[in-house]
């Protein structure tokens, strides 16, 4: 599984906006298009469905983050110190 390395200065109190999440994952093409698939239920982290696009999430490492029923990855988180 791939892994995607999100950068701790994306988050906000440890919290990222979902739509941002799926698109920086690289996943989708656009941010319009995250928008999209969450609204149909085609995202899920953990095994978690989402269904609202303004829905901001915790973020920690290691969470599986699914488009769809092929596109997976596993996000890391970078911290700047």
Not at 18 to 33: F, G, I, K
């Amino acid at each position: 599984m791939e892994e995607f390395i999100l950068s701790s200065e994306d988050l906000t109190d440890g919290k990222i906006w979902l739509v941002r999440l799926v698109y920086l994952s690289s996943l989708v093409e656009t941010p319009a298009e995250a928008r999209r698939l969450i609204s149909q239920g085609f995202v899920t982290i953990d095994g978690q469905r989402f269904l609202d696009v303004n829905e901001h999430i915790s973020v920690r490492d290691d969470m599986t983050l699914g488009v769809g029923r092929f596109s997976f990855c596993k996000i890391k988180i970078l911290n700047y110190s």
